[in-house]
């Protein structure tokens, strides 16, 4: 039975007075939503107010590439820089593709995996309400993009439903132009094994004429279903399919494309193999690989005739590469478009600190040369780079029509369903650690005014959590459907062990923390839990959010549109091989801080946060870490057993559902409904 938006609010206005977590929150149709009517991108989404540094560089052969969107795609609702959605994507694609044309060149769209888990669009398809799986209704708008080169990642293997799928379907929609080198299924009418797309595609630019031999690499993962099965790179590089299609006499460049980390610095790297067998039977023929996985912007030299590029997550990042030099007989275009700025960075590493390992050199000399450019995700990026101004129209026919499918695909799964307003914006990283800006000061608070039952509700508890249960920031404005899949989308129970001594109890946070405990899932289809269909997301697979010598993220200015703004706004910072000049707008960098594995929250404890050390108290945990809490009180000086622990709430009252159940009970959250007001975005106004 859900409790009432009242009576949570009431319940809440006096701390000492319990709050009983509803047993379910998974009834977003029951709530407000919001709807507000706009010409283009999504009805509640912002644009940018900074304009790109300059336009891009044109080459022989330019290419646009996406990864790692995990059903974004209908952009970053509330963060300005990622305003756009994946119609204005389709649109922006057409127009530059036409640019190619006009400038006698080549464009190639490629895309390198893991095309849902992380957004409502793609994940509210898998609840157990609407039984079926991630990326039901996504991955058709998602197609909706003429792509020349895609791949696949490891999302798309977890779950034999979603690899069946994808096999079935979105596979079949790409045709020869969906690359697994290295993945195949298992045919369930003959028990075959079979690749899911191609294994290579040899072809010949539309424009140009360039011929191209392109492979799809996954990196070794090892977290699939039974249904498929994935070669490691290897192996496949010997075998004789791969060394067949090497060795094609007319190949002008080879395109290595991989849900795989381009940085040679990566252990998952296995780019750098398939790199090391194509050189070494063709020394001289440029090698271009774009990758993905690791959620970064990154760029690196393998060799003077070859490059990788990355491009970020969650449609916060466009990659636009271009290259010119390529030698080939069958040329019939530009080596150096007019009218445009042209490549001009040979492959040679700039001195950074982040720079890969030493690169080799191809046998001969090398007159090519290359340009990198990380673009944000919004209309304003895409408008000029599109056109060079705002003045022409940039929307095309395709493009609104993909706007308004996902208006209405979000509204079918009620995504803008509002459960209350953040009155600020909390982020992973930005703030120190407990801070009145971190999001775990906002979820020890959460934590505390919901994880409680009736019948235990006098008792002091402990609230143990894995911090890796939270995934994104969320930022200032409403909390809907949506945002509990973006924030918080896996779905642990809390477990207990009533009247544990307050001596132990008071340990055990330190005693995980400094032990050899996993805080992070293994790969496994249970851990995120709306159905069994529904594969883990944690930062195992999907790594987590860093701002170190690679990026800061995050770019979310306010106010009007300008063309040109004197001051940064805070958002990516970016260096990699080329240096620190690929990030498309110039931002100001994001404070990072690191965060401990586990956090605690208390409940019900005296003003001072003690008890007596003869005290007792219901110790929680999230039921994924249960072992570890047994191991640990025991390493305490304690005598407990797994099968002493059980559920402290209904087993679907998780980590998913406390923040929707706070969002709705708090009064600060509730007094804006359904108005909620927008903030500036990750990085502004940074309380410590």
């Known amino acids: 039975m859900r409790v009432t938006n009242s009576a949570w609010a009431s319940a809440l206005l006096a701390l ?6 509803c047993e379910s929150c998974e009834h977003p149709e029951q709530d407000v939503v919001m709807t507000r009517h706009v010409r283009r ?15 891009l560089a044109w080459g022989q052969l330019n290419v646009l590439h996406t990864t790692d969107t995990h059903g974004w795609l209908e952009g970053h609702i509330r963060e300005q820089n990622y305003g756009a959605d994946w119609g204005d994507y389709v649109s922006f694609v057409k127009q530059m593709r036409q640019k190619a044309r006009d400038l006698d060149v080549d464009l190639l769209v490629v895309d390198t995996g893991d095309l849902h888990d992380g957004a409502g669009l793609s994940d509210a398809t898998g609840v157990a309400s609407y039984d079926g799986v991630n990326g039901e209704l996504s991955n058709p708008i998602f197609e909706q993009l003429d792509y020349d080169l895609l791949t696949i990642g490891n999302h798309e293997l977890y779950v034999s439903e979603i690899a069946y799928e994808t096999f079935n379907q979105f ?38 004429g360039l011929r191209i031999m392109a492979f799809g690499v996954l990196f070794d993962f090892t977290g699939n279903s039974n249904a498929s099965v994935i070669t490691k790179a290897a192996d496949m590089v010997k075998e004789s399919w791969f060394l067949n299609a090497v060795n094609h006499k007319n190949v002008d460049a080879f395109l290595v494309i991989g849900h795989n980390p381009v940085s040679r610095k990566s252990s998952s790297n296995t780019l750098q193999t398939v790199y090391e067998a194509i050189r070494a039977i063709k020394p001289e023929t440029p090698i271009q690989m774009f990758g993905g996985h690791t959620h970064i912007r990154d760029f690196a030299i393998y060799d003077d005739r070859s490059v990788g590029m990355e491009s970020g997550r969650y449609c916060e990042t466009l990659g636009f590469l271009s290259m010119s030099g390529i030698e080939s007989s069958h040329y019939r275009g530009k080596v150096n478009p ?4 042209n490549p001009t960075m040979k492959a040679k590493k700039v001195s950074t600190a982040s720079a890969s390992a030493s690169i080799a050199s191809s046998t001969g000399s090398s007159n090519m040369t290359f340009f990198r450019r990380y673009l944000d995700w919004n209309r304003m990026t895409f408008e000029y780079h599109a056109e060079g101004s705002q003045t022409k129209a940039f929307d095309t026919t395709k493009g609104l029509a993909v706007t308004e499918n996902i208006t209405a695909t979000r509204k079918e799964l009620n995504l803008t369903s509002i459960y209350g307003c953040a009155p600020q914006t909390w982020c992973l990283s930005c703030a120190p650690f407990m801070s009145e800006g971190s999001i775990y000061s906002l979820l020890a608070t959460a934590l505390s005014a919901t994880i409680i039952t009736e019948e235990r509700a006098s008792k002091p508890r402990l609230i143990i959590t894995n911090s890796g249960h939270i995934r994104f920031d969320l930022a200032e404005g409403a909390f809907d459907y949506d945002s509990s899949f973006i924030v918080s989308p896996f779905t642990d129970a809390f477990n207990y062990l009533p009247d544990v001594p ?4 008071s340990q055990v946070l330190a005693a995980l923390e400094s032990g050899d405990y996993p805080s992070k899932r293994d790969l496994s289809t249970e ?22 010598n690679l990026i800061t993220k995050r770019s979310y200015p306010g106010g009007r ?6 001051t940064t706004t805070p958002g990516y910072v970016t260096t990699d091989d080329f240096g620190s ?22 409940g019900s404890l005296p003003a001072n946060g003690t008890l007596a050390a003869d005290a007792t108290v219901d110790l929680i945990f999230l039921d994924y870490v249960a072992g570890s809490v047994v191991k640990a009180l025991n390493g305490l000086g304690g005598d407990y057993t797994d099968e002493e622990v059980t559920y402290y709430l209904p087993k679907n009252f998780t980590t998913n559902s406390y923040l929707p159940a706070y969002a709705k009970m708090a009064p600060e959250w509730q007094a804006n409904v359904p108005n909620c007001p927008v903030g500036l975005g990750i990085g502004y106004n940074i309380t410590s």
């Open 16 to 21: 000492a007075t319990p709050v009983f977590a």
């Open 41 to 55: 991108m999504q009805p509640d989404a912002q644009n940018a107010t900074v304009a790109p540094r300059g336009p």
């Open 171 to 208: 596979a079949k929609s790409y045709g020869e132009r969906y690359l697994t080198s290295n993945v195949q299924i298992r045919n369930p009418s003959t028990g075959e094994l079979e690749y899911i797309g191609k294994k290579y595609r040899y072809f010949t630019t539309k424009k140009v």
């Open 338 to 341: 007019k009218g445009v700025p």
């Open 502 to 505: 307050y001596h132990l109890a």
């Open 527 to 548: 851990s995120f839990g709306f159905t069994q269909m529904n594969p883990s997301l944690d930062s195992c697979i999907d790594p987590p959010v860093t701002r170190d």
């Open 561 to 566: 549109i300008i063309r040109r703004q004197t």
């Open 581 to 602: 000049d690929g990030d498309d707008t110039v931002h100001s960098k994001i404070p990072y801080y690191s965060v401990p594995n586990f956090f605690q929250a208390n």
